[in-house]
């Protein structure tokens, strides 16, 4: 069985794992790179997916670095089926056709820019036709139950207790007569968490692909963070303040109203307004009131008790931008709540401009921040923010709550990996940032003694084969360095091994100057730069696969 990490590895975002077993390509995961554009360039390459060659992707859960890549996938030829459960499916429908949104405004915005430069048209990466037509390929599956895809492959899906019909997903694959068993813990949700029930444990397994977003921290319990949310509440109204809580609009905006209203019922604050501005949110929150049944037990006794655990007083959804500008017009102390999650786009920038820079307003952080996000950057204390070309200095109360996460922490990883009852379980330490799999998996080592990997972007592995077990096949293609006895063989100009330093060189060469360059602030016409080097990687990848 032959293995290829395409994302999610020594990162968070673009999971996706290639698998392969005979004639059979399928992929668990298809996520979108988020964060910076190093790592977003690689959604534009698709090729080492294989889409028109897949049978199948396996997704864990809705999320975009999970899901994001599909419409791409579809729109480059796939057509096999995405295999997920029903909460999945709804979710997706709105979220990609959200992501195409972006990605459309994304490309007419460069294109605007382009124009005015004298430069070349780009295309987005997809658009709300291609994502409307990927939905086509969906298939749903229930919690629990073997399907049997192909022969010698069978999949199920288990609660992975994360968002709305997340799962963790288990496979069984026939590998030289014997059946062997790989398991994805997908993004694992914390115990603690309102809504969904917690993650599905699980006992036996040969290879392990475990997440590892907060690997190297401890969430703070949810009672401490239900109080210091109290407080920060409390602390605004006083003020006659604003409290800003950017949230994924998936599963985080959800828990937040339902602590809210628990806050309420409760008696422990008035009721105070609360928008919830973004159309992406108001339609996932309506996707939960219809998948009740994936709720854990202390949400349905709120539902069997008569009130709704996803409604509040005095909720104000704002679908229009109009309405969502209105915002800023309302004195009241209240709270907002937008997305995206990590600030990098949508409503809650607008938000971030009318609120960082007063003294009185909150800003309350409550999901995973990735690297490059402007999220990451107030959490780390940066003094200005840049928004909408301005610089926005930083005045207001920055708070921190983890123990909101959707994330099982260390300490919940931990735990939920010592039901495994197979001593010579290997684990690959996926989505975390490198040093963060590094330490989990140093870890685990200790802990359990299980053979561990943390694997590269691109890397390729044999699996079940005794003497290339874990070994890895290639390493990712930044660490390829001249082989020793390669001078002997003559290239044009000179030796090979010229030719390859010639290479190298260049190509760091022109990765400085490209860094240079956008350091100083210089616009590239970015879409033709990349479908340049995205020939050169292609032509390279070819070469490599001929030889
Ligand atoms: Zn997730
Ligand atoms: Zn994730």
């Not at 929150?285 to 007083?313: A, H, M, Q, W």
């Not at 999650?341 to 952080?365: A, F, N, P, T, Y």
């Amino acid at each position: 069985m032959r293995v290829e990490f395409l994302g999610g590895v020594r990162t968070v975002t673009g999971s996706a794992t290639l698998l392969e077993n005979g004639s059979l390509k399928w992929l668990v995961d298809c996520g979108m790179f988020q964060g910076g554009k190093e790592l977003e360039e690689r959604n534009w390459n698709v090729r080492p997916y294989h889409p028109e060659e897949l049978s199948f992707i396996f997704l864990t859960h809705a999320h975009i670095d999970h899901s994001g890549l599909i419409p791409k996938l579809v729109k480059e030829g796939f057509h096999g089926k995405v295999i997920c459960t029903r909460a999945t499916r709804e979710l997706c429908e709105v979220m990609l056709k959200d992501s195409a949104h972006i990605q459309e405004m994304e490309a007419e915005w460069q294109n605007r820019k382009s124009k005015r430069a004298g430069g070349d048209e780009a295309d987005p990466l997809y658009t709300i036709k291609d994502a409307d037509k990927s939905l086509k390929y969906f298939q749903t599956i229930g919690y629990d139950e073997v399907l049997q895809v192909k022969d010698g492959v069978k999949v199920r899906f288990q609660d992975a207790g994360h968002i709305l019909g997340s799962a963790i997903i288990e496979i069984w694959i026939e590998e030289e007569g014997r059946e062997k068993k790989l398991v994805f813990s997908g993004d694992l949700g914390n115990s603690d968490q309102p809504i969904v029930r917690d993650p599905s444990l699980i006992n036996e397994g040969d290879v392990l692909w475990l997440e590892s977003t907060y690997g190297n921290r401890l969430h703070k319990s949810r009672e401490e963070t239900v109080q210091e949310l109290l407080e920060i509440i409390q602390e605004a109204l006083r003020d006659q303040a604003k409290v800003i809580i950017p949230a994924f609009a998936v599963e985080r905006t959800q828990d937040i109203i339902y602590t809210i209203g628990q806050l309420v019922r409760n008696g422990l604050i008035p009721s105070v307004p609360v928008y919830i501005d973004s159309p992406l949110a108001i339609s996932a929150t309506e996707i939960f009131k219809r998948n009740s049944d994936c709720f854990d037990e202390e949400t349905k006794s709120v539902l069997l008790g008569g009130e709704n655990p996803l409604e509040l007083p005095e909720i104000i959804y704002t679908q229009s931008t109009e309405e969502s500008k209105a915002i800023n017009e309302d004195t009241r102390p209240g709270i907002i709540i937008s997305a995206s999650g990590m600030c990098d786009s949508g409503r809650i920038q607008h938000h971030l401009k009318h609120h960082l820079w007063r003294e009185s307003s909150h800003i309350v952080i409550i999901g995973y921040q990735a690297e490059g996000t402007i999220g990451r950057r107030m959490v780390d204390g940066a003094k200005t923010i840049r928004l909408f070309g301005e610089e926005i200095a930083v005045k207001a109360h920055i708070h921190t709550l983890g123990g909101f996460s959707a994330h099982a922490d260390q300490k919940g990883l931990l735990e939920w990996l010592s039901h495994f009852d197979n001593p010579r379980l290997e684990v690959f330490v996926n989505h975390g940032e490198e040093k963060v799999s590094m330490g989990l998996g140093e870890r685990i080592r200790q802990q359990f003694h299980f053979k561990t990997a943390i694997p590269q972007w691109r890397e390729k592995r044999i699996l079940f084969s005794p003497e290339k077990e874990m070994i890895p096949e290639r390493v990712a293609p930044e660490q390829v360095t001249p082989e020793e006895g390669i001078e002997e063989i003559l290239a044009p100009g000179g030796t090979l091994s010229t030719l390859f330093r010639h290479l190298d060189r260049n190509y760091k060469r022109l990765r400085r100057k490209l860094k240079r360059e956008r350091s100083k602030g210089k616009e590239l016409s970015d879409s033709r730069w990349l479908r340049q080097l995205e020939e050169i990687n292609e032509r390279l990848e070819k070469l490599e696969s001929e030889l």
